[in-house]
């Protein structure tokens, strides 16, 4: 059964640092474009940073550059999105995917997107 498993949401205090993780079960995520998006209440999906397969090439949503960062480890067939900084504006379930055959812009930007995990609560409050 092929699955991508989020985790390591929750709530944080503005200025705060979470990292998410996503683990891929059933399929390698070597060969896959990475990404993660985000969905708040009321708002469509929107795609946050997603990671090239094997060129390291990367996307960011311009309101999280320079405070969140992807990153991929093949060997635990995770990912993980490094989030600094957070505003309330972050707020929202966040979501991982896998894509083959597109580009990281193709993913993030038109969610070209073959696989989704279920989605992680992320809340930045005071």
């Known amino acids: 059964q092929l699955q991508l498993v989020e985790s390591g949401g929750g709530l944080v205090q503005p200025g705060g640092s979470l990292r998410l993780s996503c683990a891929a079960s059933?399929?390698?995520?070597?060969?896959?474009?990475i990404g993660w998006f985000r969905q708040a209440p009321g708002k469509e999906r929107e795609g946050v940073s997603c990671?090239?397969?094997?060129?390291?090439?990367?996307y960011y949503r311009d309101s999280v550059k320079g405070r969140f960062t992807i990153s991929r480890d093949n060997a635990k067939n995770t990912v993980y999105l490094q989030m600094n900084s957070l505003k309330p504006e972050d707020t929202a379930v966040y979501y991982c995917?896998?894509?083959?055959?597109?580009?990281?812009?193709?993913?993030?930007?038109?969610?070209?997107?073959?696989?989704w995990g279920q989605g992680t609560q992320v809340t930045v409050s005071s």
């Open positions: 995917a896998a894509a083959a055959y597109t580009t990281v812009q193709a993913m993030c930007v038109m969610k070209e997107c073959d696989y």
């Open positions: 059933g399929f390698t995520l070597d060969y896959y474009v």
């Open positions: 990671m090239g397969s094997s060129d390291g090439s990367t």
